[in-house]
């Protein structure tokens, strides 16, 4: 309890055991560079929500109510490049995964520390790039930089952007590197494999995407940026180059991506649903392998963005029952997660509010997922609004929502202080009411057959527009008062002592904040994860 | 780095956030090991391109593959199975702590190895390629003598450089890692306790070496200049 | 348009509501059966998600923590219930690929009687071809209860030719020949949109299809000033680019004569047997020197960059008017 404990300030603690500019640009504890990667990806979050706003506004009237259709392009091109490869990808692992992957296997810090803000370095030169052809005029391929298109045709900052994705895709890779030679090797003692929280899971599973699918795709923007330079190359159909082969290369990795998107989020979720209903997880290796079993699967199901490219009957075939099959694992943590709470004890803690929203739009998410892996129904709706529908509510009802689900649960543990729980609670019922009307009207856009990427669109349409554009202001608002609130409790907030949540796991038997080196002494494990049936809390 | 690095009775080159020697050795390992199956991937894509766009216009790629020197590809490819050689025995002699002017001779010979390759791939093979405009980009000119093919070979030179050039990179990039070894063999740092980087750079030298083991047949040796006769 | 909506009374705004479209108009002889599958996943999109937000609900409220220092019970796993919501979402999954693959299976293969019309996009407009001559852009003229089929490419970049009220769709990629068809079944107009992102005026790049009478179809073929099939433009073009000196129909040309070539398999010098259809005659055209028959000398110039898409579906139309009699005695 607050009061209780030492104040935050009289401690040595990771923030003020060394102070100034220097001190954070040359870290290497996993802990200030989480909060370097905080700061820069909310930075970008915002950059992309502006041109998500535009978008909106844009779209209220059929003919365009704001820019050119030029402009417009580079608007959902930059929203996409932005949030994908800038927000989405690095956000629950460069955060939350940094500050908590040592904590939670009690390790001092990640095996590679130097590499560890090594990979910062190159997510900002990444980020610079982009940015660098966000000013120079933009870009207006589309975050998927289809070919010929972006080789050939466009006339916008094509390389710079591609570049950016490129060195950033490094960053990536070190952290997954990072984080799977940490998990195998720097488990405290005891800890055995299935005594991990399954957040530990989530990440091992996410980097090894990272590892093998990254690296396809910087092989695929660099042939892509070199086509473009030299006006010659793979995918140049008048030398006999197949512009497909682009689309299976890219989709090899950017399905799989989605994952990256994706499995961190179930991994947050399975850490707010325990602690927050006191209860173990139920099917706890189920949990686990579906995680191992989605990174996967997921390597095998890249041609069902292919449809309706002419690929081959039978290769569609194959394509849509894998597809199917990597449905089951996320259907089966839905199931997991709502039986622990069976019998728990519940609490409707902000980050609690979030993980259920995050089950109920992750849930409509998936299951839409089905009318895209299905192969005639996917005819009428690929390339179309409801495609937007369903990957926001995925990635952003899905994964940003466990973002902010899993801030609010550990900002006590990162910042030493509580935030204001009604404004947070208020916040996600603001979110999660601004997201379903931006996104669930796109549904219907889509099968009535509203085809994306429109700047202007038939009057007919108007209706569906101008509520999704409603639903964006709400939801544009609801991300903005985290931001002051949380910023706020920095300085204000009450001191949130080790433990706030009382719940489990190693990263919460530290003070708040931690120390620099985590841990005086590494903790000895004896006990599974979530052990909250054990009375008393305390381990050991 | 150093004062991080460095905690009281600890060995030279331990780092604070392990227990021990043993387990900072096995993750540098592990480390490399993840990295270099990253480059497999991303190798992978190229290969796997490659080898659909031969199946596709295999004339082509064979008329293109008969235009390479083979000769400096099998010297370049001797070449660098000795530079592999005198890596391993720069990583022996740290191993069997031996004097550092020998960890240094073996590492400086692995260098002159590298240098050698990419001087032969350079100044011979890829300078004449562009005299005879056969660069994707700067001037390629397409042969009347390939005939029905002659549309397609630019796809296999476009294949040809981005392979060699990104494996010339990896060289270029392993030579400065072996320059950095050198200097800190010469500084005494490397004995048979310590030796990890020299191992595991030595896995990254060796993987760059057996990329090119896959490359020269792929590129210079199959189909084109040694298909049997009437064989297509 | 925010403010006028807030301005209306609340029954104009439940009028409102009702409506805002929902369905799709289906205008084909597949819609329906898409649809019904649409509707199929919908029951189950809504089963589950109303299940387990209900589920999530009474948990909430039941096992709500009802002091601090609540101390539920011990999570037991259960290896029945764990295998039973494994093997059912897989069932019923099953179901949905059976269902939809055959339906699409069934979609995919155009009838023999289908009527070809061509299809080019371009930035951004679509040129249209019917075989009978009459050439439109942006509007498709198609006969009600016929099956129709399309063949397209693309000039530039990777377009996406899509009807929605038909629900069939497919892109035209440079350099290669996609199809798809439709049967219509209701009179009227309907869209076109083009369904991939093809650059700067991408949502301009719409257009029409009438589904029209039979008798009022027949009239517009026949209707408009120019009168000639688009075989007869392919030979008109055939005989200006010259190809007509070297393919001579007796076969004492310096290149191959074409009578009788569509659908028949030729040996290539380079050993290979392929079919002589659209594909390969477009790349005779294009890449002339990627084709080389046994007995003749690859002296055949190349035609990329001198003649468009649509005029190499002109000479395709041409090529094939020839072979059409070789081929039905040849059978299949």
Sequence with gaps: ?540 | MSEMAMHGAHPPGFKHQFEDMEQQREAGSLGMWVFLVTEIMFFGGLFATYIIYRTLYLTAFEEGSRLLNVKFGAANTAVLIGSSLTMALAIHAAQAGKKKSEQVMYLVLTMILGALFLFLKFNYEWRADYHEHLIPGFGFIIRPEWGAAGTHVPLYFCFYFFMTGLHAMHMIIGFGILGTLTVMAQRNRFNSEYYAPLEVSGLYWHFVDIVWIFLFPLLYLIGGRFALPGVH | MMTGLMQTGFTDLAAAVATIPIHPTSASSIADSVDHLYYFLTAITLFFTFAIFATIFFFMVKFRRRSPDEQPADTTTHLALELTWTIVPTLITVVIFVWASSLYFENSRPPEAATEIFVVGKQWMWHIQHPEGPREINELHVPVNAPVKITMTSDDVIHDFYIPAFRVKKDAVPGRYTSLWFQATKIGTYHIFCAQYCGADHAEMIGWVYVMSPTDYAAWLSGGARNETMAQTGERLFTQLGCVTCHVADNTGRGPSLVGLYGKQEKLRNGDTKLVDEALIRQAIVTPNSIILPNYPPIMPTFQGQINEEQVLQLIAYVKSLGTEERKTNGK
């Excluded at chain 1, 009307?437 to 009535?448: A, D, I, K």
């Design chain 1, 1 to 540: 309890m607050p009061g209780q404990e030492i104040p935050a300030e009289s401690r040595v603690n990771y923030l003020n055991a060394s102070y100034g500019v220097k001190s954070w640009l040359l870290t290497t504890d996993h802990k200030r560079i989480a909060l370097l990667y905080l700061g820069s990806i909310t930075l970008m979050f915002f950059v992309g929500g502006f041109f998500a706003v535009m978008m909106r506004l844009h779209l209220i009237e059929p003919q365009g109510a704001l820019v050119a259709p030029e402009t417009y392009n580079k608007l959902f091109t930059m929203h996409g490049v932005i949030m994908v490869f800038f927000f989405l990808v690095p956000s629950i692992p460069a955060t939350l995964g940094n500050f908590l992957v040592p904590m939670m296997i009690g390790a001092r810090d990640l095996a590679f520390p130097r590499l560890n803000l090594l990979s910062w370095y190159i997510y900002i030169i990444g980020a610079a790039f982009t940015l660098y052809a966000v000013i120079s005029g933009g870009v207006d391929t589309g975050w998927t930089f289809y070919t010929p298109y972006s080789s050939t045709f466009s006339h916008t900052s094509v390389i710079p952007t591609a570049l950016g994705v490129f060195i950033t895709g490094f960053s990536s890779i070190l952290t997954g590197l990072n984080f799977v030679v940490t998990i195998h090797k720097m488990r405290a003692p005891g800890l055995t494999w299935f005594r991990l929280p399954l957040f530990i899971w989530a990440m091992y599973a996410t980097s090894i995407i990272f590892i093998l699918g990254t690296p396809v795709i910087a092989i695929t923007l660099f042939l892509l940026g070199l086509e473009r330079l030299l006006h010659i190359g793979i995918f140049d159909p008048a030398i006999g180059g197949d512009p497909i082969l682009f689309q299976h290369m890219f989709w090899f990795y950017s399905h799989p991506a989605v994952y990256i998107m994706i499995l961190p989020g179930m991994g947050v979720m399975s850490e707010l649903i325990t602690c927050f209903s006191r209860k173990r997880i139920f099917g706890y290796t189920f949990v686990a392998f579906s995680s191992l079993a989605i990174a996967i699967i997921s390597f095998l199901v890249w041609g069902h963005h292919m449809f309706v490219t002419g690929q081959s009957i039978y290769a569609g075939l194959i394509f849509s029952v894998l597809s199917f099959l990597v449905a089951i694992p996320s259907a089966v943590k839905v199931f997991n997660w709502t039986a622990t709470l069976y019998k728990g004890s519940i609490s409707y803690d902000a980050p609690m509010l979030y993980a259920l929203g995050f089950i109920g739009l992750f849930t409509m998410g998936g299951l839409t997922g089905l009318f895209l892996a299905s192969l005639a129904t996917d005819v009428h709706l690929s390339g179309t609004y409801f495609i937007v529908a369903h990957f926001h509510y995925i990635m952003v009802g899905g994964a940003v929502m466990a973002y902010l689900g899993g801030i609010h649960f550990w900002w006590p543990k990162i910042t030493g202080r509580m935030y204001p729980d009604g404004w947070a609670r208020f916040a996600a019922l603001v979110i999660f009411v601004g997201f379903n009307l931006t996104f669930f009207p796109q549904f219907v856009l889509g099968y009535l057959g509203m085809p994306r990427r429109y700047a202007v669109y038939p009057g007919e349409f108007q209706v569906l527009n101008v509520m999704s554009s409603a639903g964006a202001s709400i939801l544009g608002i609801g991300y903005l008062i985290p931001l002051i609130y949380l910023l706020w409790s920095i300085r204000y907030g009450p001191i949130a002592g080790p433990n706030p949540w009382g719940a489990k796991g190693l990263e919460w038997e530290t003070p708040s904040p931690p120390p620099t080196e985590n841990f005086e002494e590494i903790p000895v494990v004896t006990q599974d994860a979530y052990d909250y049936a054990n009375v008393g809390g305390s381990r050991v």
